[in-house]
């Protein structure tokens, strides 16, 4: 089955960037969503189609998807982002959603 | 806009059916836009889809689910069903229902979320 890996952690600090990846065989050719999960409440969609954004959510979420790796990156860091990310893809070799293991961003 | 809230018993005892309903308001169910999905979450873990159904009662589920999972909808309350059976510990877990929609380039997008049931498998 299709695997994504993602760093168990990230530490930022606030004003900074922050880069989150994903790493998946050929990722490239898939679509990337990401999901952030602030403590206790339910994932919120924050960019979808690699690098899209739904509405409402701030043009400092942005995000890329190249070869091996795809990466979600937060611009000008604020406390309030601190959360844990999931990147997500469709592995249409098994008709199967997969996920990331999520990575906790801290903000320092 | 749409919004989703799981209902169900909060603890199963090992061996049995693990039972959750998720009503969607604001919307309907029957739109032919979306599928209606099931995601979980187990205590300080990460995210696993469980599966999803389309208003007709089309259904997809998880490979590594699909023998215990009965995934299935009901229009005229507005409001779709989970069923897990031969539950262990292992499927102590937050359950998500969530929406599936589709992008210009993608049909596997998940919002909005449902706040998510805490269900406990104990004796």
């Known amino acids: 089955s299709y695997v994504l890996t993602q760093p168990p952690s990230v530490s930022v600090a606030p004003g900074q960037t922050a880069r989150i990846t994903c790493g998946g065989n050929?990722?490239?050719?898939?679509?990337v969503h990401w999901y952030q999960q602030k403590p206790g409440q339910a994932p919120v969609l924050v960019v979808y189609?690699?690098?899209d954004r739904p509405s409402g959510i701030p043009e400092r979420f942005s995000g890329s998807n190249s070869g091996n790796t795809a990466t979600l990156t937060i611009s000008r860091v604020e406390a309030g982002d601190e959360a844990d990310y999931y990147c997500?893809?469709?592995?249409?070799?098994?008709?199967?959603?997969?996920f990331g293991g999520g990575t906790k961003l801290t903000v320092l | 806009q749409v919004q989703l809230q799981e209902s169900g018993p909060g603890l199963v005892k090992p061996s049995q059916t693990l039972s959750l309903t998720c009503t969607v308001s604001?919307?309907?169910?029957?739109?032919?836009?979306?599928?209606w999905s099931w995601i979980r979450q187990p205590p300080g873990k990460g995210l696993e889809w469980i599966g999803y159904?389309?208003?007709?009662?089309?259904?997809y589920y998880n490979p590594s689910l699909k023998s215990r999972v009965t995934i299935s909808v009901d229009t005229s309350k507005n409001q779709f069903s989970l069923k897990l059976s031969s539950v262990t510990a292992a499927d102590t877990a937050v359950y998500y229902c969530?929406?599936?929609?589709?992008?210009?380039?993608?049909?596997?997008?998940?919002?909005?979320w449902g706040q998510g049931t805490l269900v406990t498998v104990s004796s």
């Open positions: 969530a929406r599936k929609y589709c992008s210009s380039t993608s049909c596997y997008l998940f919002d909005p």
């Open positions: 604001g919307g309907s169910i029957s739109s032919g836009d979306y599928y």
């Open positions: 159904i389309y208003y007709s009662g089309s259904t």
């Open positions: 050929n990722i490239g050719s898939k679509s």
């Open positions: 189609d690699d690098s």
């Open positions: 997500q893809v469709w592995d249409s070799s098994s008709d199967y959603v997969v």
